[in-house]
């Protein structure tokens, strides 16, 4: 078994052979935790979850789907339909989602300051608006015991301030992984060192990461695609799917030193670990 850990299956892109992908992923052994990104995407996500063997569901708002009228929201013809201005957090709905048996963690929630006003009085809002609605998420994944995944853009700083700081409530530990890590070694220290994974996909292949994979333990590495997007080099110009995590893992592997098995089983082990599966 191998475990994608950060999937977007429930989006449009997949809309016209969705169960021959799904099919491959069982027929490979691959399991995936399908992760909604508002709360379209995350009913989407539980419902392909109880009916498919082998996929999980995480819930939540993505930063750049919170309500603004800071900035005008852009679309993404491969993720769905939008809300023009956004999704006003409510914590009730996703709660009620969180019901489903298949919902193993709260995400894909965070903070992302790449598109942003101009003017530093409405960037500042802009911030302090994400920044709450995250925080809601955290106190959420914390009230319902799941772990978080966690969407960072050019807001580390920002991001290690909150996590940094959230104390443990009532026995729980607020617990996750950093998706789509695209930090320096020092920040890959920062997370882990706070308990968080890291969530290493075809990023890699684009951005240099090197120092971080071969430095960080093994033991606080989760493997994603994150597909439809980051679709690994090996693969050219397709749309990325969670059976191409094989990359991902063979390249953690040659950076190590290690085997591909031994990037596997150890990735594996990490998320039936974070995400209780």
């Known amino acids: 078994m191998i475990i994608d850990t950060h999937s977007h299956l429930n989006f449009k892109a997949y809309d016209g052979d969705r169960e021959k992908v799904i099919k491959r992923n069982?027929?490979?052994?691959?399991?995936?935790?399908?992760?909604?990104?508002?709360?379209?995407?995350?009913?989407?996500?539980?419902?392909?979850?109880?009916?498919?063997?082998?996929?999980?569901?995480?819930?939540?708002?993505?930063?750049?789907?919170?309500?603004?009228?800071?900035?005008?929201?852009?679309?993404?013809?491969?993720?769905?339909?939008?809300?023009?201005?956004?999704?006003?957090?409510?914590?009730?709905?996703?709660?009620?989602?969180?019901?489903s048996k298949r919902v193993v963690a709260i995400?894909?929630?965070?903070?992302?300051?790449?598109?942003?006003?101009?003017?530093?009085?409405?960037?500042?809002?802009?911030?302090?608006?994400?920044?709450?609605v995250f925080i809601k998420q955290l106190e959420l994944a914390e009230e319902l015991d799941l772990p978080a995944i966690i969407h960072c853009r050019m807001a580390f700083e920002d991001l290690y301030e909150i996590l940094s700081a959230q104390p443990a409530s009532g026995g729980k530990t607020l617990r996750g992984v950093i998706h789509c890590f695209t930090g320096n070694l020092e920040q890959a220290q920062q997370f882990t060192d706070l308990g968080f994974y890291l969530g290493i996909n075809g990023i890699i292949d684009k951005l240099n990461l090197d120092?971080?994979?071969?430095?960080?333990?093994?033991?606080?590495?989760?493997?994603?695609?994150?597909c439809p997007y980051l679709t690994p080099k090996a693969e050219g110009s397709k749309r990325n799917e969670p059976i191409f995590v094989k990359h991902v893992i063979q390249k953690i592997a040659d950076l190590k030193g290690i085997t591909f098995d031994e990037v596997a089983s150890a990735t594996t082990q990490n998320a039936k670990k974070l995400f209780k599966i």
């Open 211 to 226: 120092e971080v994979i071969k430095n960080i333990s093994l033991e606080k590495i989760l493997v994603e695609t994150d």
């Open 107 to 132: 995400g894909e929630i965070g903070l992302d300051y790449y598109y942003r006003p101009k003017s530093q009085t409405k960037k500042e809002q802009f911030k302090q608006k994400q920044k709450e």
């Open 26 to 99: 069982q027929e490979a052994g691959v399991v995936c935790i399908d992760v909604g990104t508002k709360y379209e995407t995350s009913k989407n996500a539980v419902e392909l979850a109880e009916h498919n063997k082998g996929i999980y569901a995480a819930i939540g708002l993505h930063p750049i789907h919170i309500k603004t009228d800071l900035l005008k929201l852009r679309t993404d013809e491969d993720e769905g339909a939008f809300a023009p201005l956004g999704e006003e957090f409510d914590a009730e709905k996703y709660k009620e989602l969180a019901k």
